[in-house]
T-cell receptor, first 110, second 115 residues
Framework: NAGVTQTPKFRILKIGQSMTLQCTQD?????MYWYRQDPGMGLKLIYY???????DKGEVPNGYNVSRSTTEDFPLRLELAAPSQTSVYFC?????????FGPGTRLTVT | AQKITQTQPGMFVQEKEAVTLDCTYD???????LFWYKQPSSGEMIFLIY??????QNATEGRYSLNFQKARKSANLVISASQLGDSAMYFCAMREENTGNQFYFGTGTSLTVIP
């Protein structure tokens, strides 16, 4: 099992550009989550999904979109990137009470 | 209001000593879970311990225990016999089970173990 994988590991975007952060899990978990972690802070939930075709907003959804067409994949789309979206992005999947985190994507918007 | 509050930005502990990291939470959901995660300097999030709101006993996992005081809404992490490898950020988190399954994280405590 690869667990939760995220690509890319690092990315620099210019203001106004768009990109998709990829997240894949091979554990057949229904629940998946996207978080951002700003420097020196805890994680904040952006979006989550309880299964294929079902997504919902978390605490900080503005500027992001998600889709969940399969159980395995949960991509996060940034439209019109802004400097405030500079952060580390973590994807996670969950079964029972335990979340399994991906290694993170470090995104810088300049 | 903050759902999770961690009031200790940084803590120091001597190797082999015990240390307590504080966490208080705020919820009106009677069914919730409390979690502690470790984040070393390499950045990954490592699950340490879980406590359910209906669990009667405090959770323990090896050197980690969770001091759950429901009436005070506190869920402190106790690390016994600290090791140098315990130096990391520690995050407390909560999931409210009846209100959307969202997770809320605190701002973290940086623990440094001194040889």
């Amino acid at each position: 099992n690869a667990g939760v994988t995220q690509t890319p590991k690092f990315r620099i975007l210019k203001i106004g550009q768009s990109m998709t952060l990829q997240c894949t899990q091979d554990m057949n978990h229904n629940y998946m989550y996207w978080y951002r972690q700003d420097p020196g802070m805890g994680l904040k939930l952006i979006y989550y999904s309880v299964g294929a075709g079902i997504t919902d907003k978390g605490e900080v959804p503005n500027g992001y979109n998600v889709s969940r067409s399969t159980t395995e994949d949960f991509p996060l789309r940034l439209e019109l990137a802004a400097p405030s979206q500079t952060s580390v992005y973590f994807c996670a999947s969950r079964v029972g009470y335990e979340q399994y985190f991906g290694p993170g994507t470090r995104l810088t918007v300049t | 209001a903050q759902k999770i509050t961690q009031t200790q930005p940084g803590m120091f502990v001597q190797e082999k000593e015990a240390v307590t990291l504080d966490c208080t939470y705020d919820t009106s959901d009677p069914s919730y879970g409390l979690f502690w995660y470790k984040q070393p300097s390499s950045g990954e999030m490592i699950f340490l311990i879980y406590q359910g709101s209906y669990d009667q006993q405090n959770a323990t996992e090896g050197r980690y225990s969770l001091n759950f005081q429901k009436a005070r809404k506190s869920a402190n992490l106790v690390i016994s016999a600290s090791q140098l490898g315990d130096s990391a950020m520690y995050f407390c988190a909560m999931r409210e089970e009846n209100t959307g399954n969202q997770f809320y994280f605190g701002t973290g405590t940086s623990l440094t173990v001194i040889p």
